[in-house]
């Protein structure tokens, strides 16, 4: 990453961590404050793609991946009662008979 690029970054952490909200011009502010040259389409653009954005909790669910749309299942389970527990069950048998589907044909990996 270019130090341009990577001090506009810094910048933006700079302002969400201070609680100012994160434009263009205060990117740019800060990165001639730091004699680091940064176009002003560099500073907008990053400005619009965090606008709205909690960088603080971007920052914390890095690693995160899939969590956020399961928190909303034990919910969902809760409401439905013992039906959702029985779903996976099913599933579980499913998947088992399409297993027991392969020997029936005749043939195995090792004949």
């Known amino acids: 990453m270019a130090s341009a690029e990577l001090a506009a970054s810094y910048a933006a952490l700079i302002l969400a961590d201070d609680g100012i ?5 205060k990117i740019v502010a800060l990165t001639n404050a730091a004699d680091v040259e940064l176009e002003p389409i560099w500073a907008s653009l990053l400005a619009k793609a965090l606008e709205g954005k909690d ?3 971007l ?6 991946g899939g969590a956020a749309p399961a ?3 034990p919910g969902a389970a809760a409401a439905a009662g013992g039906a959702a527990a029985e779903a996976p069950k099913e599933e579980e048998k ?4 399409k297993e027991e589907s392969d020997d029936d044909m005749g043939f195995g990996l090792f004949d």
């Open 94 to 97: 499913k998947e088992e008979e």
């Open 55 to 57: 960088v603080k909790e």
């Open 21 to 25: 909200e994160i434009t263009a011009d």
């Open 59 to 64: 920052l914390s669910n890095v690693g995160a």
């Open 71 to 73: 928190a909303g299942a």
